[in-house]
């Protein structure tokens, strides 16, 4: 009995030792990266071979380092890891082969180069051989390619007479890479990773996260993503940044903690509002994601986990400003302070999750009966803000709008015009 006792002991002490080193790992491989984009990459390389002493990179974060240590100029190391990169699975030739990264290998070790390219190119062909939609995966990683290609000449421009030519061409890239998006999805739902390989479906998200502009796309390839819950097909990662990238553009809490509060510099100061906020690792872990203490690091800030009690203080919070708000802009209304009713208003459609679908319409009508007595144009633009958020939050009807009499001011207004188009 003591032996199996001791046995079973052992065994804790090896899982709680492992978790814990995998806990260190992925704190250092998060600071790394911020470093990285600090551009900082002596420091970033520093701590990814410390992370590297508890366990070996995956290919992307061996692809990563091989990066920063040919803009360090070390090619021993930069080649080193490259070809652990490969070996490993990077399966990305195309960009491999524009990568500004690697300019430094490229000039001055072409022959070592010439080698490492013509086993990125064997091996893709290999691996598509592996996939059923091969065509499709390379047209996606190409429109993602073209977007990163334009950026990158964004960020290292100095000629203000180009500027305005390269934003164009970034604005032209992005509506054509959204249109294929659209048709992509059309026609075959959300494409798995058997389809189009884990690049293909990560950099065909990459596309839809960064739509913002048209919120209803978003939420369409959400709901085929979620088709693939359950299967090997989804990456899990990615179905989480999208689902709080909605949750948030529709102006709700996130779910999972994915959004942050920028503050520059590549750093951010803490998480967006998130619902029931002590669930969140619980929900991570499912999704197979790190704990959130681990995922701020990548954004530079600390992070520790609360308890039910303190979630709900913090909602209630939250909820109370709101109504305070709320309140005050309804007695600034019948003060006719249209100003600070505008202001009262507006600061409390900032708080995620605070104001609920009455009140958004509620506000609507208070605005749209403003514009009758003050010809200023922005209460208009309001009432129209909170009619469009219903309106993409799927709460909206044509009849809600027209049996509404207050807003006849907002008849001859495009966005109104628009509005009941969408609508039919």
């Not at 070390?74 to 652990?84: E, H, P, V």
């Not at 390989?197 to 065909?204: E, I, M, V």
């Not at 319409?361 to 803000?385: C, M, N, P, R, T």
Request: glycine share 4%; hydrophobic share 35%.
């Amino acid at each position: 009995m003591k032996s199996i006792r001791l046995i079973f002991f052992c065994i804790l002490i090896y899982i709680s030792s492992n978790a814990q080193s995998n806990k260190t790992y992925q704190s250092l491989i998060a600071q790394a990266g911020l470093l990285h984009l600090q551009k900082n990459p002596k420091k970033a390389v520093q701590l990814y071979e410390k992370a590297f002493e508890i366990q070996q990179p995956d290919a992307l974060t061996a692809y990563k380092v091989a990066g920063i240590y040919s803009l360090n100029h070390d090619s021993k190391k930069a080649f080193q890891y490259l070809r652990r990169s490969l070996s490993s699975g990077w399966t990305e030739a195309d960009w491999l082969l524009y990568d500004p990264y690697f300019d430094y290998l490229r000039k001055n070790d072409a022959e070592k180069w010439k080698e490492i390219e013509e086993i990125a190119i064997a091996q893709e062909k290999q691996y598509e051989k592996t996939l059923k939609l091969p065509a499709l995966r390379k047209e996606i990683n190409l429109m993602c390619l073209n977007d990163q290609k334009l950026r990158y000449r964004k960020s290292q421009n100095t000629d203000e007479s180009l500027a305005k030519t390269i934003d164009q061409q970034i604005n032209e890239a992005d509506s054509f890479n959204l249109i294929q998006a659209k048709k992509i999805i059309k026609q075959y739902g959300w494409p798995k990773i058997s389809d189009i390989g884990k690049d293909g479906q990560n950099n065909l998200w990459l596309i839809v996260q960064h739509a913002d502009q048209d919120v209803l796309f978003q939420n369409e390839a959400l709901s085929e993503m979620e088709k693939l819950i359950g299967t090997k097909d989804l990456n899990m990662e990615n179905y989480a940044f999208l689902y709080d990238r909605v949750q948030c553009n529709l102006n709700y809490r996130q779910l999972y903690g994915t959004q942050v509060i920028w503050s520059g510099n590549g750093e951010a100061s803490g998480f967006r509002p998130i619902i029931r906020e002590n669930l969140t690792n619980e929900r991570r872990n499912k999704l197979g994601l790190q704990p959130l203490e681990i995922y701020s690091l990548i954004y530079g800030f600390s992070y520790q986990p609360i308890d039910s009690g303190e979630s709900a203080k913090r909602e209630s919070a939250c909820n109370s400003q709101v109504k305070e708000l709320l309140n005050n802009a309804k007695k600034a209304y019948k003060a006719k302070e249209f100003q600070k009713t505008y202001d009262d208003y507006n600061t409390a459609s900032t708080f995620l999750g605070g104001m609920s679908n009455n009140d958004n319409f509620e506000a609507s009508i208070l605005f749209s009966k403003i514009a009758k007595v003050d010809k200023d144009e922005k209460y208009k633009g309001i009432a129209l803000d909170f009619l469009d958020l219903l309106y993409l939050r799927g709460r909206l009807t044509k009849n809600m709008l027209l049996k509404q009499s207050d807003f006849r001011i907002l008849y001859q207004e495009k966005r109104w015009i628009d509005l009941l188009k969408k609508l039919d």
